[in-house]
């Protein structure tokens, strides 16, 4: 080593000291001495109520009010009398957005994907899913992963990025501040993870539901990646991610809980859900995903087998995916749409469009018709129209 | 302030991305677009701007230029061009070749409720027009961007020579939408196929 | 020491130099600001945004919003109480914690354009803009904010908004800054140190119009968290508005 090194080695190692913060172990919110805040999980705590601010008035959440109330009863359900008085907000909103999603925010408010929720089964996934989050921030992951961080100036490219190429959707995570991408995007520590499947689960199952669910659930979405064969790039969508979830959740359950059984819960989640299934089921028609647009409106189908709107949307699947035997399927909905309802417009333009195609045109005429008058103020009225007038002349 | 911070590194981005991937350049006075077949009347003294050809995903959009005067958040007027393989930006749907205006709007539509910036959509005309005598669509949105701000589009598309020709306008709904609607009506009306020309020479 | 390590030592010193001997500013008035100044008796500040960020030593950026809230009372402090504007405007307070639901919408909807027209503001009429530069738009500056600003005060006939983000360095960061200076220097390279940006905004907005009379952005570095430096800020600011002298002068 030459002398001039020795003498910067030697200065870079006095400087060290400076660059590192502590880092002090943190207990749990509601255990002894764990409910005040350090002066730097109190900054973060305030970032993120900015960031939140950002998310709900960006026009991204979801709005239902039956079926908000019903998520939040879940949560509620969930966490223990005790740490409802604490610093922690027992607060779930849910994101327009059909990826796989679910993250939480330091201070206990839960963020939860439509395109999650269209893919859970049943009320017990959703509270295991929840209980999974709401670890998260009782335990202060998002803190010791800030601090691990500071500590690692490499890891913090990934730490600020400011748009990703994931397109669909994706790129929502871009409108995601720091913490929530953090929690939504890249994931806690493997240790972080493991221990917010087995607190969350200990919750599920204290709340009185059926642990074996657990695996179930990711176990499903797991197999709903590897059908599309393409990871999405929240945690939740990613292979690898869910392939250690199911994993470790089958662990916890041979060890702690291989006699147990649970409350389900299905009943209750297929009754309150299906308006939240055909919502996320439009934005996945819109972006092209028949598959999954239609499983979701068979759920509701299943549930209620005269839902006009689901019985539209899945007349307009075959219309637009348009394979084998496509076109009867969706005229055959459009008519069960009409017959459910038949003072619901949409699916008598569609009909009317249909038979206009095929060359009856007394039929569409009569259908078109019945479209105007039960949508007088239709944006595509003009465009109904002109195909009126065509006929007109025929 | 969050958004500031993240709205300067934003334009800091479109900055670089600017720099590297695109020329601007003032416009006025009908121009034909070199080697698209199109000519258009871009208004006297707005700013143009061409990606450059290297920009893979001005390509990939089919992304010919966009002219504004003021910023192109206040007030864009997009040109895009692509064929029906190329499809959309957001939905993975694809385009028939035969496919009718209603239709292709359709698309367009959901192109639009498939992009996660464009939230609170409400769809106000889709109507039937014609781009220099060609069948087509014309699709008006209201929607809200990510930051919340409520902002209005008109979207004019039609198929030509098998190709998808899309003008778009897009502003803020207050005092720049209305401001500059005539403007963009003028350079739609202004639009003319060249590739008719060119064919039949 | 080598003629190399001479130059890099000089470079390390002159990047160390404050923030406000390296700034650069940029004003922006519309054509008809001098004939309308005369017209703007009663000025309403919204409040100032201001974000404060902290670098730490790995180069972590970390939002301190008890900076910010510090920031931004004294600046609207130091707006509202400086000799300058008080000789020279009415300038009242706009308190955003009462308002009517609509009247929320139109603030909102206000801060949110004046967000992108800023933004072009900045990216297109600024001489560093490099090719994104519109020559047209200096020549004549005119962009507004609608003339729905008036709901938000009917009584004012201008409002002043005031924007901006500062990104200070934590004292690790500078430690560890200078050792690494001073170790580039040793080797005989020049290293250059990353500190924060800042950058502030400042718009006079005609009320009945919204069209943005005046802009003025400065890089000047202010310690906003320092009532003197916001009162020096304040005091920059108003002295750089057009005519305030003769303002001064009329009332």
Redesign the interface.
């Known amino acids: 080593m030459t002398g001039t090194a020795r003498t910067a080695l030697w200065i870079w190692l006095w400087f060290i000291p400076f660059s590192f913060t502590g880092c002090a172990s943190l207990n749990p919110f509601g255990t002894p001495g764990g409910d005040s805040l350090e002066e730097d999980e109190q900054r973060l705590w305030k970032t993120v109520a900015e960031e939140e601010k950002r998310l709900d008035r960006s026009g991204t959440l979801y709005d239902n009010p039956a079926i908000v109330q019903y998520v939040n009863e879940v949560a509620y359900r969930l966490i223990p009398p005790t740490m409802r008085s604490g610093p922690l907000t027992v607060h779930v909103k849910i994101v327009k957005n059909p990826l796989l999603n679910a993250f939480a925010y330091p201070n206990g408010v839960i963020y939860i994907h439509t395109g999650i929720l269209a893919r859970i089964e049943n009320e017990a996934q959703l509270a295991i899913l929840l209980g999974h989050e709401w670890t998260h921030a009782s335990h202060r992951h998002a803190v010791q992963a800030f601090r691990s961080m500071q500590r690692q100036s490499a890891a913090l490219a990934a730490f600020q990025v400011i748009s990703m190429p994931f397109g669909i959707f994706g790129s929502a995570a871009s409108a995601l501040g720091t913490v929530g991408f953090v929690a939504a995007v890249t994931g806690y520590s493997r240790a972080n993870e493991r221990e917010a499947d087995r607190e969350g689960l200990t919750l599920a199952v204290a709340a009185g539901y059926a642990p074996a669910e657990a695996p179930r659930l990711f176990e499903h979405l797991k197999r709903d990646l590897e059908r599309r064969k393409i990871d999405e790039p929240f945690f939740f969508g990613t292979h690898p991610r869910l392939v250690e979830r199911v994993d470790s959740y089958q662990e916890i359950i041979r060890e702690r809980y291989a006699a147990q059984s649970g409350e389900i819960g299905e009943d209750r989640y297929r009754r309150t859900m299906p308006p939240l299934f055909v919502d996320n089921a439009t934005t996945d028609l819109a972006i092209g995903r028949f598959e999954l647009a239609e499983e979701s409106l068979n759920r509701v189908i299943r549930q209620q087998a005269d839902h006009a709107q689901a019985l539209y949307l899945l007349g307009e699947v075959a219309r637009q995916r348009n394979a084998e035997g496509d076109p009867r399927r969706s005229e055959e909905r459009y008519r069960q749409a009409i017959a459910a309802n038949a003072g619901y417009a949409d699916p008598h333009k569609a009909l009317g469009m249909l038979l206009l195609k095929r060359g009856e045109t007394r039929a569409a005429e009569t259908e078109l018709q019945e479209y105007l008058r039960l949508a007088p103020d239709a944006p595509d009225r003009a465009y109904v129209e002109q195909e009126l007038r065509k006929l007109s002349r025929t | 302030m969050r958004r500031l911070l993240v709205a300067v590194l934003s334009i800091s981005i479109l900055i670089a991305c600017a720099g590297h991937q695109g020329d601007w350049s003032v416009v006025g006075g009908p121009q034909v677009i070199e080697n698209q077949g199109i000519e258009v009347e871009w208004p006297r003294g707005w700013m143009k701007f061409t990606p450059a050809n290297s920009n893979e995903q001005a390509s990939k959009e089919g992304w010919l230029l966009t002219v504004t005067r003021d910023g192109v958040n206040l007030q864009a007027m997009t040109l895009k061009k692509r064929s029906l393989e190329q499809g959309f930006t957001n939905t993975q749907k694809k385009a028939a070749p035969d496919i009718s205006p209603l239709d292709l709007a359709e698309l367009v539509v959901d192109d639009l409720r498939a992009n996660p910036y464009y939230h609170d959509i409400h769809v106000i005309e889709h109507s039937p027009t014609t781009l220099d005598g060609d069948p087509g669509y014309k699709v008006v949105i209201r929607y809200r961007s990510t930051a919340g701000l409520h902002r209005q589009a008109v979207h004019y598309g039609c198929l030509h020579t098998g190709l998808l020709y899309m003008l778009s306008y897009d502003a803020p709904q207050r005092h720049y939408y209305a401001l500059d609607l005539p403007t963009f009506e003028t350079v739609k009306n202004s639009l003319k196929w060249k590739v008719r020309e060119l064919t039949s020479s | 020491m080598t003629a190399r390590r001479l130059a890099a030592a000089i470079t390390a010193l002159i990047l160390f130099l404050p923030a406000p001997l390296r700034a650069s500013e940029l004003v922006r008035a519309h054509p008809d600001l001098a004939a309308k100044l005369p017209g703007i008796k009663t000025v309403v500040l919204l409040p100032p ?3 404060m ?1 902290e670098i ?11 900076w ?1 809230t510090a920031a931004q009372a004294n600046v609207s402090r130091a707006f509202i109480t400086s000799p300058l504007s008080v000789a020279t405007f009415r300038m009242t307070e706009f308190d955003e914690q009462t308002l009517s639901p609509t009247v929320r919408e139109t603030y ?2 206000t801060r ?2 004046y ?3 800023g ?6 009429t600024s001489f560093d ?9 200096i020549l004549t500056f ?7 600003v008036q709901q938000l005060a009917p009584e004012a006939d201008a409002f002043l908004l005031i ?3 500062d990104q200070r360095s934590s ?3 500078k ?2 800054q ?3 200076t ?2 580039a220097a ?2 005989g390279v020049i290293a250059i140190p990353r500190g924060g940006n800042d ?1 502030m905004t400042v718009a006079l907005v005609e009320a009945k119009t ?1 069209t943005i009379l005046w802009f003025y952005r400065t890089t000047a570095g202010y310690d906003l968290r320092d009532t003197s430096s916001a009162a020096q800020f304040a005091e920059d600011v108003l002295k750089a508005l057009p005519g305030h002298e003769q303002q001064a002068g009329v009332r």
């Open positions: 945004r201001i974000s960020y730490g030593a790995g180069g972590t950026v970390e939002a301190m919003e008890d910010g909102d909807e949110l354009l967000e992108v027209v933004d072009s503001i900045k990216l297109h803009s490099g090719p994104s530069l519109f020559p047209e738009k005119v962009y507004s904010l609608g003339s729905e924007e901006g983000f004292v690790g960061r430690v560890l200078a050792g690494t001073l170790i040793v080797l950058l919204g």
